[in-house]
């Protein structure tokens, strides 16, 4: 069973390794498709990108994977409030963002699972209650 976490957990981080490398190289692109509802504009796309990257890191190496975890899951609700639901608000095609907010609701529940799962570890001296 711990075979597949660690599968599971490596295949997780991997995509957000890469969305943070788009969000270096494609720069023009994210700039152009997502700041206007951003206040901080083009600076939230290097930042995002670099979050992005540190995270997949983290949560590969797990060295700080709770801490990693919690920030990419306010992370994808950031862009749920601040992306997902203003092209909803203007209708700009629905079906594409209503797919692309589910699946970032549902990356959120994988980043806290993940989260919730390697707690423990990171602090073996805790006990949880399930």
């Known amino acids: 069973m711990n075979n597949f976490t660690t599968i599971g957990r490596i295949l997780f981080a991997?995509?957000?390794?890469?969305?943070?490398?788009?969000?270096?190289f494609l720069y023009d692109?994210?700039?152009?498709?997502?700041?206007?509802f951003l206040p901080?504009?083009?600076?939230?796309?290097?930042?995002?990108?670099?979050?992005?990257?540190?995270?997949?890191?983290?949560?590969?190496?797990?060295?700080?994977i709770t801490l990693?975890?919690?920030v990419l899951a306010v992370m994808l609700l950031i862009f749920?409030?601040?992306?997902?639901?203003p092209?909803?608000?203007?209708?700009e095609d629905t079906t594409m963002v209503t797919i692309t907010l589910l699946k970032d609701i549902s990356l959120i529940g994988g980043s806290l699972m993940i989260s919730?799962?390697?707690?423990k570890e990171d602090n073996p001296n805790t006990t949880t209650k399930n």
């Open 14 to 24: 991997i995509p957000f390794g890469l969305f943070g490398i788009n969000h270096l």
């Open 29 to 36: 692109w994210y700039v152009g498709n997502f700041t206007s």
């Open 40 to 64: 901080i504009g083009p600076f939230s796309v290097v930042t995002t990108g670099i979050i992005m990257i540190l995270v997949s890191i983290s949560i590969i190496t797990k060295k700080y």
């Open 68 to 70: 990693s975890t919690q």
């Open 80 to 85: 749920i409030a601040a992306i997902h639901i």
């Open 87 to 91: 092209h909803l608000i203007n209708g």
């Open 116 to 119: 919730g799962m390697c707690s």
